[in-house]
């Protein structure tokens, strides 16, 4: 489908369009590796609100 549209507009636009798509990727990547690694940090932080005394 990338080819496609690549064809379609020409040599002109390919690297741009190119260049677009990989930083979508890498973007998505590290997106993904940020919510990976935000879970331990939330677990951590959830289970020391629960262990803590409420008032009352």
Sequence with gaps: MI???LRVLGPE???PVRRTVALMTTTA???GLSYA???P???ALSEA??????PG
């Design 3 to 5: 080819r496609m549209l």
């Design 41 to 43: 940090v939330l677990r």
């Design 29 to 31: 990547i590290l997106e």
């Design 13 to 15: 636009y390919a690297r």
């Design 37 to 39: 690694l935000l879970v």
């Design 49 to 54: 609100h629960q262990a803590t005394p409420g």
